[in-house]
């Protein structure tokens, strides 16, 4: 059973552009959000996190949205850069739990 | 001064075959992963280790065994090896069980022809 699905599962967007990808959980109980970036041949790395006492979290060119309601959850790039082509993960745990990834998103950004 | 590193980076090796990849963090975690990334970039957890007892070992093929002699090491011992194995391998740690956020290696590919 995937608890956290992932949406697209590829995006190309052009310089510029704003980048978004979604993630939807089933499980009420999670409590923590983090998107992780993950470059070719590289681990994953956490690039901005999110809890559910708030609607927003903004880091520079990244925001994530959170609607507790829905149970979803979303990455925002604004102005993308070539140098965002990455695989973007979203994630969500609780405090008893360690993290249930969604599928991944392929991003490519157009020079 | 890696954080986690994890080697060898690669391996190639025949089926049935006996492999090993070694897993260390000098960020004073308490607690350390492996994960699988297939080639579909899915990433699965396979085990947790929180103070060396091992928290979770998700339905993996008892063909894997994880072994973390002291909590800055993890170590992933594969025996006879299948087609199937071949997958990157993460090792993640964390400061404290279900914090949320992962230090991850950069990854063991394995490939088993």
């Known amino acids: 059973q995937q608890q956290v699905k992932q949406s697209p599962q590829s995006l190309i967007v052009q310089k510029g552009g704003i980048s978004i990808i979604n993630c939807a959980y089933e499980?009420?109980?999670?409590?923590?959000f983090p998107w992780y970036q993950q470059f070719p041949g590289k681990g994953p790395a956490l690039l901005i996190a999110?809890?559910?006492?708030?609607s927003e979290k903004k880091e520079g060119r990244f925001t994530i949205s959170f609607n507790k309601s829905a149970k979803q959850f979303s990455l925002h790039i604004m102005d993308s850069q070539p140098g965002d082509s990455a695989t973007y993960f979203c994630?969500?745990?609780?405090?008893?739990?360690?993290?249930?990834f969604g599928k991944g998103t392929m991003l490519l950004v157009s020079p | 001064d890696t954080a986690v590193s994890q080697t060898p980076k690669y391996l190639v090796t025949q089926m049935g075959n006996d492999k090993s990849i070694k897993c260390e963090q000098n960020?004073?975690?308490?607690?350390m992963y492996w994960y699988k990334q297939d080639s579909k970039k899915f990433l699965k957890i396979m085990f947790s280790?929180?103070?060396?007892?091992?928290?979770i070992n998700e339905t993996v093929p008892n063909r894997f065994s994880p072994k973390s002699p002291d909590k800055a090491h993890l170590n992933l011992h594969i025996n006879s090896l299948e087609l199937g194995d071949s997958a990157v391998y993460f090792c993640?740690?964390?400061?404290?069980?279900?914090?949320?956020?992962?230090?991850f290696g950069e990854g063991s590919r394995l490939t088993v022809l």
């Open positions: 993640a740690s964390s400061q404290e069980w279900s914090t949320g956020e992962l230090f």
């Open positions: 499980n009420t109980a999670f409590d923590y």
């Open positions: 999110i809890r559910p006492d708030v």
């Open positions: 994630a969500a745990s609780n405090g008893y739990s360690t993290l249930t």
């Open positions: 960020l004073g975690h308490d607690t």
């Open positions: 280790y929180n103070n060396k007892e091992l928290i």
